[in-house]
T-cell receptor
């Protein structure tokens, strides 16, 4: 299957700091999705992106669909303790019915 | 809010038992998926379905089977559970090729 690489793999930040993470693929996608997962729960959809260059916000979260269509970025502003979790990107091409997940970024926010 | 449900949430069973994990969605989504995930690790696709009577194996080899007799229901069956099957199983669904995918809460399976 497709391999999506997320970086960084983990982050330890102080409350109030901004966070940036990205996801890259060797293939072109026409949809990018960002999820947050807390321990013992299923992933929860945060943001969906459908067009190259698109910039979409959801509260303190902002995600962008890369111009090359092979990457996407997620930013969290003014982090708070409840932002703790694992953030996954997922990409979907128009050639198949599958969508592929990144390796995840584990976020820890220190009060 | 997503209307996709998995049961049970937690299951502890003995080796060799047959089990079925349930997944149901009320959104009328055609496409449904099963993922296996170890704690803190990435998701691995084990089965997916395009619609009723269509099922495909995913990238991760699995000893499980699935069926899709009704649009809203996509159960996963393990004929003979083994300790190596201990993991979290996540079900997801989406409406169309570019549609957003929604997940259930997962089933945490432990085989002893």
């Amino acid at each position: 299957g497709q391999q999506l690489n997320q970086s960084p793999q983990s982050m330890f930040i102080q409350e109030g700091e901004d966070v940036s993470m990205n996801c890259t693929s060797s293939s072109i996608f026409n949809t990018w999705l960002w999820y947050k997962q807390e321990p013992g729960e299923g992933p929860v959809l945060l943001i969906a992106l459908y067009k190259a260059g698109e910039l979409t916000s959801n509260g303190r979260l902002t995600a962008q669909f890369g111009i090359t269509r092979k990457d996407s970025f997620l930013n969290i502003s003014a982090s708070i303790p409840s932002d703790v979790g694992i953030y996954f990107c997922a990409g979907c091409s128009n050639t198949g019915n599958q969508f592929y997940f990144g390796t995840g970024t584990s976020l820890t926010v220190i009060p | 809010e997503a209307d996709i449900y998995q049961t049970p949430r937690y299951l502890v069973i003995g080796t060799g038992k047959k089990i079925t994990l349930e997944c149901s969605q009320t959104m009328g989504h055609d496409k449904m998926y099963w993922y296996q995930q170890d704690p803190g690790m990435e998701l691995h696709l084990i089965h997916y379905s395009y619609g009723v009577n269509s099922t495909e194996k995913g990238d991760l080899s699995s000893e499980s089977t699935v069926s899709r007799i009704r649009t809203e229901h996509f159960p996963l069956t393990l004929e003979s559970a083994r300790p190596s099957h201990t993991s979290q199983y996540l079900c997801a669904s989406r409406l169309r090729d570019r549609g957003r995918a929604f997940f259930g809460q997962g089933t945490r399976l432990t085989v002893v």
